[in-house]
Structure formats: structure tokens, C-alpha cells
């Protein structure tokens, strides 16, 4: 139970917190191995291994999320092949209902996300949901990710929220770790990011798999608040 008068800012991830996580491990894992073992008539399963290494090398980075980093590294361009799988962008379950809600509370409400600006744009433009954010931040922007520490220096310095009356989601352990570590109050985890895959045991924060408890907290909140 989260005490919302406490909460001055919200702060949400998109890829696998208010999107379904399933789109993007579906691209990066299978669809852009397979598009470049084909354009450049390589084994495909040799591909998957050698980009899997690769991400696997690369985690935490800023580069691991950049779009022009892989455009440069690959020699091809992204969004095309993003776009053959754009069907599968979706919103997750009661996410709408939790940001309506946000959008007629007291709280500020800002995504942070690691996602370069030509995917962040590709996914505003299919879904919508950008009407919902009082300010919009890439990692790129700062030129540090979410993992590190200098990203959340540079966000609390621009965007001028106190990290002890904040509440910060994300699917992400790691970025939820260097969250706790800068001194962000309230973290919460979403257990089943993708979908497709089967919800996971998280012990180090609270965990949510869809917004509707913390929805209708937030609700009577405002309701609380109102009478």
C-alpha cells in the first residue's frame, strides 16, 4: 500500500512496464538475427549466437539501447525491420486506467526510459500514450542509461523531483538497483514484462503484474483527498 500523498512524482519505464516487452524480445532476440542472416546470406543460427554474445557483452550500456550504435555496427537501417513487426506494439493490461488516474492526481508523471528517440516516437505514434506524460526523457538524452548513476544525477538536476517523494516502476532489476542506490524512495518491479513468458519471482522490491491494485489505491486516494 503506497501512502499516494507522500508521492510528489511518478516516474515509469515504458518497454515492459507500460508496454508489452514481448515486441522488443521478439525483434532483438529472433527477428533482427534472422532479417541480417538473411540480407547478407549468413547462417541464421550462427547470427543469433554471435548477436547474443554480443548483447550479452554490452548490457548496461547506453550503446546496448542505440539505435545508431547497431545501424553503424550491422550496416543496415532499423526501423524498417522494426516496422514489420509493429503489430506486435501493445499496450499492457489496466495500464491506461492507472495513467488516467495518474493524469487527475497531484503527481508529476514522467517516463524515463532507456529507448533511443526514433523507437520512443515509432511506439508514441502506434499507441498513444504520450498525451499521459508531463515530461518525456531518453537515457539518450543525458548520454548515460538507467543503470548508472550519472543518469539519475542529470534527471534529478533537469527535472527537479525529490527522490524521497518519488515512485519509480520499472521491469528492469538492475535499473530498480541503481534507483534504490541514488535514494528513490518507492520502487516497485512488473513481474511479467513479456507477455509470452511466464511471470517471475521477485523478492528485492515490491512487485506488480498489472496496475489495477495500484489503481484503485490511487483512486481512493483521490477520493480520500476530495471529500
Known amino acids: 500500500m503506497l501512502q499516494w500523498q507522500d508521492i510528489e512524482t511518478v516516474l515509469l519505464d515504458m518497454d515492459g512496464t507500460l508496454l508489452d516487452l514481448h515486441f522488443d524480445n521478439q525483434f532483438w532476440i529472433h527477428h533482427l538475427p534472422k532479417r541480417y542472416a538473411e540480407l547478407n546470406q549468413l547462417p541464421p ?21 542505440c539505435f545508431d550504435f547497431w ?14 513487426l509493429a503489430h506486435l506494439i501493445k499496450i499492457r493490461p489496466s495500464v491506461i486506467d492507472f495513467l488516467t488516474a495518474l493524469k487527475q492526481s497531484h503527481c508529476k ?44 544525477q542529470a534527471a534529478e538536476t533537469a527535472l527537479e523531483f525529490k527522490p524521497e517523494q518519488s515512485l519509480f516502476i520499472d521491469d528492469s532489476l538492475a535499473v530498480l ?22 511471470v517471475r519471482q521477485i523478492n528485492q522490491f515490491n512487485a506488480l503484474t498489472h496496475f489495477d491494485e495500484l489503481t484503485r489505491d490511487l483512486k481512493n486516494s483521490l477520493a480520500h483527498a476530495n471529500s
Not at 543469433?48 to 550479452?56: E, F, N
Not at 550491422?74 to 514489420?84: C, G, R, S, V
Not at 526523457?137 to 543518469?151: T, V
Not at 541503481?178 to 509470452?196: E, F, K, R, W
Open 109 to 152: 508523471v514522467i517516463l524515463l526510459t532507456n529507448s533511443h528517440r526514433k523507437g520512443l516516437q515509432m511506439k508514441f505514434a502506434l499507441t498513444d500514450i504520450e498525451q499521459y506524460f508531463d515530461q518525456v526523457i531518453s537515457s539518450h538524452d543525458y548520454g548515460y542509461c538507467k543503470e548508472q548513476q550519472a543518469f539519475w
Open 71 to 84: 545501424e553503424r555496427e550491422l550496416n543496415l537501417e532499423l526501423m524498417p525491420l522494426k516496422q514489420e
Open 177 to 198: 538497483q541503481a534507483a534504490q542506490t541514488y535514494g528513490i524512495a518507492h520502487l516497485i518491479a512488473v513481474n511479467q514484462p513479456d507477455s509470452q513468458q511466464p
Open 45 to 65: 543460427a550462427q547470427v543469433q549466437q554471435q548477436m547474443a554474445a554480443k548483447y550479452q557483452a554490452m548490457q548496461g550500456q547506453l550503446d546496448w539501447y
